[in-house]
């Protein structure tokens, strides 16, 4: 008899921007771990020739199309962001389908856990799609100056899209495990390591 191959058990990965959520998803993929990226998610589900785009359109005109039949993220986020119904209108139709695109590349995992790495892990409710939450938490003043490094941006704007995103607090609360990330890449990548070996001794994401 073949005994059932368990399916993997899911862990959310979060952290606000410059946490450096994205260097722990990286080195837990180094690790065999299959991650799905929400953010890819939500891109794949407006590509030409889904069903999503052509109601985007329909809704919004063609104006937040390019020449080339992609979505023009830029004109839809300015018409979205001016009337909150609009935006509203617009995730009622995304989420569902965003969360079916998760789903359908967290079945393809292969390895004992797989991750949802999300930036609104909390904030779009996605986390109900996982057995365990990872939190990578991060100094704000830490959180600007990375920023600050990695996009080019001004102060402002990254501190517009830290009070956009879920405050530290409600993401601890959501939180199975923290790690706090105010040191370097070496460390990051050891806890990591610590987390992944322990994960792999968890049944279905809990102890």
């Known amino acids: 008899m073949n005994t059932p191959v368990e399916k ?71 018409l979205i962001f001016e009337v909150p119904e609009e935006r509203r209108w617009l995730e009622a139709l995304l989420h569902p389908l965003i969360a079916q695109e998760i789903a359908a590349h967290l079945a393809r995992a292969q390895s004992p856990y797989a991750i949802l790495v999300s930036p609104l892990l909390i904030e779009s409710g996605q986390y109900k ?17 990375r920023t600050l490094q990695r996009d ?24 199975d495990d923290v790690v706090v990330n105010d040191r370097d890449l070496a460390w990051l990548h050891s806890e990591v390591e610590r987390l992944h070996h322990f994960y792999l001794t968890l049944r279905g994401g809990q102890s």
């Open 8 to 78: 993997p058990w899911i862990l959310g990965l979060t952290g606000g921007i410059g946490s450096g959520k994205s260097a722990a998803a990286r080195h837990f993929i180094d690790l065999g771990v299959h991650a799905v990226d929400a953010d890819h998610a939500a891109r794949w589900v407006v590509e030409p020739g889904r069903p999503a785009l052509a109601q985007i359109a329909e809704h919004f005109g063609t104006g937040v199309l390019q020449a080339d039949g992609q979505l023009d993220r830029a004109a839809l986020r300015k």
């Open 129 to 145: 799609m996982t057995q365990r939450v990872l939190v990578i938490d991060a100094p704000e003043h830490l959180q600007i100056e």
């Open 152 to 175: 080019q941006t001004s102060e402002q704007q990254v501190q517009a899209i830290l009070k956009a995103q879920s405050s530290r607090q409600d993401r601890i609360s959501h939180a």
